[in-house]
C-alpha cells in the first residue's frame, strides 16, 4: 500500500513537473511575440523618444494619447481626424472582403463539385496565378483605371465606396488565387456523400452550397475573411496609387505621413500606431471562436 502511495506521488510529481515546463516555455514564447506591442504601448505613454528596451515608460506623460485620434494643422485647418482615415480605410476594405469571400468560394464549389470538359486547366491557371506576384498586375490595372473611359466612373465622384472602385472591385471577379485553394483544399474535405443525398432529396446546386455545405464551411468562411481583411487594411501600395485627395485617405497613408515634427511627438506617432492595431485585434478575437476544425465527420455521423 505503502508502494503504491510513493508511485502515485512520484507519477504526480513528474506530471506537475512537466506541465510547469510546459507552460513556462508557453509564457515565455508568448510574451516574446507580445513585447513589440507591449513596448510601443510603453512608448506612447513615454515623454521623448525612448532608447530602452524594457517597455515600462521612463518618463511617463498622456501627451501621446491628447492627439492620437487627430493630427491638428494637417490637410486643413481643422487637422485630420484618425477615426475618419478609418472610415476611408473601411470603403475599400469592406467591400473586398464580402465580395472576395463570397465570389472565391462560387469558384471554388464550381471547381470542386462540377463536372466540365477543361477542369483540369481551369485549376492549373488558378495555381498559376497563385504562384505570380501581384506586382505584375499592377502597371495594366493602373492603365486601364486611369484610362479616359474608366477614370470619370470613380475619380472625385465623393460617393462613399465609389471613390475607391480601383482597390475592390476584382474581388467581384475572384481575383484572389489563394482563397480559391483556400476553399478548393477545404472542399475536397468535404465527402460528396452529403451533396448526393440532398439532391436525391430534391435540392438543385444553390440549395447544396447553402443549406448543406455552408454550416460546414464556416470555419473557412471565417478565415479567408479574415486574411482578406488583413491584407486590405495593412495594403499600402493599392492606396498610394489611386488616391489623390487627401481627405480620402485610409489609415495605411496617414500613419506614415504623420512623422514627428515641431507638432507630432514620438508618443503622438506610437499612439497612433496603436490605435490601428487596435482594430485588427478587435477582429481577429471577434473572429477567433469560429476558428475550429472541419465538422464534416460529425455531419455524417448525424
Known sequence: MTDSIKRIKKYRTKKAIKETLKFSVLIIFAFLMVYPLLWIIGASFNEGAKASLWFFPEKFTFQGWKYAFSAPGWGSSEGYSIFRAVWNTMQYVIPQVVFMSFTTLITAYVVTRFR????????????????????????????????????????????????????????????????????????????????????????NRLQVLYHVLMPILKPIIITVALLLFISSYNDYQGPLIYIKNDDIYPLSLVLPTLKVDSINTYANVYARSIVGVVVLIIVFFAAQKYFVGNEADSAIKG
Open 116 to 203: 466540365f470538359k477543361g477542369k483540369k486547366l481551369v485549376f492549373t491557371l488558378i495555381i498559376g496565378t497563385l504562384l505570380m506576384p501581384n506586382t505584375i498586375f499592377r502597371i495594366p490595372m493602373y492603365a486601364f483605371w486611369t484610362s479616359r473611359l474608366i477614370s470619370p466612373v470613380w475619380e472625385n465622384t465623393g460617393l462613399p465606396f465609389l471613390q475607391f472602385l480601383p482597390l475592390w472591385a476584382g474581388s467581384l471577379f475572384a481575383v484572389n488565387s489563394f482563397s480559391i485553394f483556400m476553399y478548393i483544399q477545404f472542399f475536397r474535405t468535404i465527402p460528396r456523400d452529403l451533396d448526393e443525398a440532398a439532391m436525391m432529396d430534391g435540392a
